[in-house]
């Protein structure tokens, strides 16, 4: 799958433009994800994608990068086996168009605001 247009609110994937906030995987788009607290990522936020056994995981924190990903939630990761990424939005788009051709299982977590 490929990003095709981000800005605040709005992402475009492939031929579907999304305004809330995605899970992509290299399976399916989960829009409408949630976080039990909007600007923390927490581990109970992460079910779809530890589910999806990704090799990496690129998060991104939101427009302005005020999403907080506390060092609990990326040790959780970590000890799954998922390596992490994480960057305001825009950047991590860029990384996860040009990171999928490096690795076999690639997803996404992307806040589109804030």
Same mark, same amino acid.
């Given at each position: 799958?490929?990003?095709?247009?981000?800005?605040? *609110?709005? %992402? !475009?994937?492939?031929?579907?433009?999304?305004? !809330?906030?995605?899970?992509?995987?290299?399976?399916?788009?989960?829009?409408?994800?949630?976080? +039990?607290?909007?600007?923390?990522?927490?581990?109970?936020? #992460?079910? $779809?994608?530890?589910? /999806?056994?990704?090799?990496? &995981?690129?998060? *991104?924190?939101?427009?302005? *990068? +005020?999403?907080?990903?506390?060092?609990?939630?990326?040790?959780? #990761? #970590?000890?799954?086996?998922? $390596?992490?990424?994480?960057? /305001?939005?825009?950047? !991590?788009? !860029?990384?996860?168009?040009? #990171?999928?051709? $490096?690795?076999?299982? %690639?997803?996404?977590? &992307?806040?589109?605001?804030?």
């Amino acid at each position: 799958m490929t990003i095709t247009n981000y800005e605040f *609110g709005s %992402i !475009s994937i492939d031929e579907t433009t999304y305004h !809330s906030d995605v899970i992509i995987s290299p399976d399916e788009v989960i829009d409408s994800w949630w976080r +039990k607290e909007g600007h923390s990522l927490d581990i109970d936020d #992460l079910h $779809e994608v530890v589910n /999806a056994k990704p090799d990496l &995981l690129v998060i *991104g924190t939101g427009y302005y *990068g +005020k999403m907080q990903v506390p060092d609990q939630t990326i040790q959780y #990761l #970590l000890h799954k086996g998922i $390596e992490v990424r994480q960057a /305001a939005t825009k950047d !991590s788009v !860029s990384v996860f168009n040009s #990171l999928q051709h $490096e690795y076999a299982r %690639i997803v996404a977590a &992307l806040h589109l605001t804030c």
